[in-house]
């Protein structure tokens, strides 16, 4: 991918919300037809870009919108926490799509085949040189080594998720800050953005983007969070 269309993708994603469109197979909207009518109604309300898992739904996604793609593929290995695009052949797959960024797990936990972020970004890199990758962190110091590996974008997508960071308050603010002042690539806002506060709270801590997902795409994590609030009444 060329420096000029490595910008047209960054342009249309700066100061934007990207919107996460996915349903695992447990959920009641889990279907590639069903996110792709998610992506569409997330473009006409304004979204800048589109988070997606699994090649299925990114190929149909991209017959309703333009917007530029995040794609991952959550694939569960028995020797691995991991599982946002775990291996080479998820990002093979991935990469076939056409998907404008692929987006993986970068925290510090060893990957499936006990292999470490350095010795697996160094093969995908050397693999797909021109391939935007986005870095999905915990913490501040993942999000500076993924710069240093040679990711594009870093995100904190999974503050709160790994066992070191169990029970950070989110949307994790303090890390998009210190991150976004001091990295040189664009670091997007992801996790735990609820209300419109979080997210104007996010933008002036200096993100390049916003991800905002259950609270748009997930209607029965919606419903759940309304429902609860009346048992504590």
Not at 108 to 132: A, H, M, N, W
Not at 171 to 194: H, M
Request: proline letters at 4%; one cysteine or more.
């Amino acid at each position: 991918m060329g420096k000029k269309k490595r910008d047209r993708i960054f342009d249309k994603l700066k100061g934007g919300v990207i919107v996460s469109c996915q349903a695992l197979s447990d959920e009641p909207l889990h279907s590639s037809f069903i996110m792709s009518r998610m992506a569409k109604a997330a473009e006409e309300g304004g979204a800048c870009g589109i988070r997606a898992n699994s090649p299925e739904d990114i190929l149909e996604i991209k017959k309703t919108t333009s917007l530029p793609i995040i794609g991952l593929w959550k694939v569960d290995y028995p020797d691995s926490k991991i599982y946002i695009t775990p291996t080479m052949k998820e990002i093979d797959a991935l990469v076939e799509t056409g998907v404008d960024i692929v987006a993986l797990d970068a925290t510090d936990r060893l990957r499936p085949g006990v292999c470490t972020l350095q010795s697996f970004f160094s093969e995908v890199r050397s693999k797909y040189p021109d391939t935007i990758f986005m870095a999905d962190c915990s913490t501040y110091e993942e999000g500076v080594r993924a710069e240093y590996l040679g990711f594009d974008i870093v995100s904190t997508t999974l503050a709160g998720y790994t066992d070191d960071t169990k029970g950070k308050n989110l949307p994790d603010l303090e890390t998009v800050s210190r991150l976004a002042k001091d990295l040189t690539i664009p670091v997007i806002a992801e996790g735990g953005i609820w209300e419109r506060e979080d997210l104007v709270k996010a933008f002036r801590c200096g993100c390049f983007a916003a991800v905002i997902g259950t609270a748009i795409t997930r209607p029965r994590e919606i419903t759940r969070r309304f429902t609860d609030a009346i048992k504590e009444i």
